[in-house]
C-alpha cells in the first residue's frame, strides 16, 4: 500500500463523545512497501537516531498521533505499520488491556523464536486473556512475596562489594566502569535476592552475565545498534534473525542454575498453580535475565548518570534525607527508613521520566476504536498496531511544563509532585496503579522503584559527592566513575 487512506469513516463515531473535539483522519504516510520502511530503518539507526526519528515525524505532520513505520521492517517484520502514540494524553491507550491486545507483541512487530525461551511463549508474551498468563504472574507475585525481606540485605552485600571495587579501581586507575560492575552485581543480586543462591558461586561461575548478555542480544538484535559498519548491520542484526542454535548451549547453562536454584519456586509452580515444571523454569529465567537482569543492566546506570549530571546540592541533599533517616531508624537501612525518604523516591521517579528503560510499547486494537488526542479524536480500525514511544509521553510539556525535557531531582516531592505520578509509565502502566494477573503492567514495578532507592541510599551513605564521564551505549547511559568523595558526616 503506497499511502495511508485506512481511516473508517469519522461518521460513525459522532455520537460516541461530546463535540468539542473533532474526529480526523491520522495523518502520516508508511510510503512504497519494503523500499520506505527500509529507508526509515536506516533512519532510525543511523541517519536520526531514536528521538529524532519520532519528533520529525511528529513535526512533519504536526501531530502526535501519527502513522509511521517501525523498525526492523523487512524481511524481519512482516508488518512495520503502526500508528504512534506521542504524547502522554494519547499513549494509556497502551495500558487497557479492553482495548489492546499484547499477544506476541512484547518486542513489538517481529517475535524473536521460542527455540530461544524453550519453545514456550514466556509470560511477556501472553494477552491477559490467555489462561497462562494469570497462572505465570501469579508465580512471580508468589516469588517476589516470598522473598521480600532477602531484597535490602541481598542488595546490601552485594552492591557493598561492588562500591569496594569502584573505590579501589578509582584510587588506582581514577576512573571505574559502573556497568561492566553493574552487569556482574546485579546478576549476582538476583539469583541471591529470588532463590537464595549467587550465581557466580554455582556451576555458572562468573559466566552468568557474558551468557545472559549474548541470549539477550539474540532476541533484541533487530531492535539494535553495536556501532558496527551499516552494511554489516543491515545483514546480521536487523533483516534475519541470528540463528538460536548458535546461543543453546549457553542457555542450557543459565537453565542448569534456575533448575536447580529456583527448586522451591517450582514447587510451587507444580503443586499450587498447574503449571508444569519445565515451562515454569524457562518463564522464571526469561522473568529473572530478560526481565529484572535485562531492567537493572539499563535503569542503575541511568540514575547514576542522571546523579552525575545534576548540580552538586543535589547530592547533598540526599545525603543528608538519607543520612538522617537511617540514623533515625537506629542506623539501619530498613523498609521504613527507605519509604521516607521522599527526595531519593523522586530522584529515582524523575529518572525512570526522563529515560524509561523499556521505550516502546505495542498492542493490537481488539475492536474498532476512538483515541482522544489533545486537539483531535482519532478513529482506528480493529487489528491495526498501536505503538507508543515512551520518552515523548513522559516528557510531554503539556503536563511536566517547561522543564519536561530537564531533570528536577525533586520534582515529585510533596503532595503537588505526587499529583504527577500518573504520568510516570515505565512499568506499561500509571506509577498510581498496581500489576495484577489481568493487566498486563510490570509484577516486578515495587522491586525496582526500591532497587533503585538502595543504589542511591547505600551510594550517599558511603559518598559526600562524586563526578563520571557520562556516555551512551547500546541499551542505555554508560557511566565511568572518576573521583568519589568519601562522606565526611
Ligand atoms: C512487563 C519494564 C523489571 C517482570 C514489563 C513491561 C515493561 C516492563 C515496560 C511491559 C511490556 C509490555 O507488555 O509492553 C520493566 C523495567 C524493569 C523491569 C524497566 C527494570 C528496570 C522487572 C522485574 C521483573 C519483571 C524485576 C521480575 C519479576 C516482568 C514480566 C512482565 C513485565 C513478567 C510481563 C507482565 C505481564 O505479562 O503481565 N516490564 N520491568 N520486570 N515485567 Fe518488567
Request: net charge neutral; with cysteine.
Amino acid at each position: 500500500m503506497a499511502s495511508t487512506n485506512m481511516q473508517p469513516a469519522a461518521a460513525g463515531y459522532k455520537d460516541e463523545f461530546d463535540k468539542i473535539l473533532p474526529v480526523k483522519p491520522i495523518p502520516g504516510s508508511y510510503g512504497t512497501p519494503v523500499i520506505t520502511p527500509i529507508k526509515d530503518r536506516l533512519d532510525f539507526y543511523y541517519f536520526q537516531g531514536q528521538d529524532k526519528y519520532f519528533q520529525s515525524r511528529a513535526d512533519k505532520y504536526k501531530s502526535t498521533v501519527v502513522r509511521i513505520n517501525v523498525p526492523p521492517g523487512p524481511t524481519m517484520a512482516s508488518d512495520p505499520r503502526v500508528i504512534a502514540l506521542l504524547d502522554a494524553k494519547t499513549f494509556p491507550v497502551l495500558f487497557d488491556v479492553s482495548k489492546v491486545e499484547k499477544k506476541d507483541v512484547f518486542t513489538g512487530t517481529y517475535m524473536p523464536s521460542t527455540s530461544l525461551t524453550g519453545g514456550y511463549r514466556v509470560c511477556s508474551y501472553l494477552d491477559p486473556s490467555e489462561s497462562n498468563h494469570t497462572k505465570i504472574k501469579q508465580l512471580l507475585f508468589t516469588l517476589l512475596a516470598s522473598r521480600k525481606d532477602q531484597v535490602i540485605p541481598t542488595f546490601r552485600t552485594n552492591f557493598g562489594a561492588l562500591f569496594a571495587t569502584m573505590e579501589s579501581q578509582v584510587s588506582s586507575s581514577g576512573k571505574s566502569d559502573f556497568n561492566a560492575l553493574n552487569d556482574a552485581t546485579s546478576f549476582d543480586f538476583l539469583g541471591d535476592a529470588y532463590f537464595g543462591v549467587i550465581p557466580s558461586k554455582t556451576a555458572l561461575g562468573s559466566t552468568g552475565p557474558t551468557k545472559a548478555s549474548k541470549w539477550l542480544l539474540f532476541q533484541l538484535a533487530p531492535l539494535t545498534s553495536l556501532g558496527l559498519p551499516m552494511v554489516v548491520e543491515e545483514l546480521f542484526l536487523h533483516t534475519f534473525p541470528l540463528p538460536p542454535l548458535l546461543a543453546r548451549s549457553d542457555y542450557k547453562a543459565l537453565y542448569d542454575y534456575f533448575s536447580s536454584a529456583a527448586a522451591s519456586a517450582l514447587d510451587t509452580a507444580e503443586t499450587q498453580l498447574g503449571l508444569s515444571r519445565d515451562e515454569a523454569c524457562h518463564n522464571l529465567l526469561f522473568a529473572t535475565v530478560f526481565n529484572s537482569y535485562g531492567g537493572m543492566k539499563v535503569l542503575l546506570p541511568g540514575i547514576l548518570s542522571w546523579l552525575a549530571k545534576a548540580d552538586p546540592t543535589l547530592h547533598a541533599r540526599l545525603a543528608t534525607e538519607i543520612r538522617g533517616a537511617v540514623a533515625k531508624a537506629g542506623g539501619k537501612v530498613t523498609l521504613e527508613a527507605v519509604q521516607s525518604m521522599e527526595l531519593t523516591l523522586s530522584v529515582v521517579y524523575e529518572a525512570l521520566r526522563m529515560d524509561p528503560p523499556v521505550k516502546f510499547q505495542y498492542g493490537h486494537a481488539k475492536k474498532d476504536l476512538v483515541i482522544e488526542g489533545y486537539d483531535a479524536k482519532y478513529a482506528v480500525k480493529r487489528g491495526e498496531m498501536l505503538f507508543g514511544y515512551q520518552p515523548m509521553a513522559t516528557r510531554d510539556a503539556k503536563v511536566f511544563g517547561e522543564t519536561a525535557a530537564q531533570f528536577v531531582g525533586d520534582r515529585f516531592v510533596g503532595s503537588e509532585g505526587r499529583k504527577l505520578l500518573k504520568y510516570v509509565v515505565w512499568s506499561n502502566g500509571p506509577e498510581t496503579e498496581s500489576p495484577s494477573v489481568s493487566n498486563k503492567q510490570c509484577p516486578g514495578k515495587d522491586l525496582v522503584v526500591l532497587v533503585g532507592r538502595l543504589l542511591v541510599v547505600d551510594f550517599f551513605l558511603r559518598y559526600d559527592t562524586f563526578t563520571a564521564e557520562v556516555g551512551q551505549e547500546l541499551l542505555g547511559a554508560k557511566v565511568v566513575v572518576t573521583s568519589l568523595t568519601k562522606a565526611t558526616s
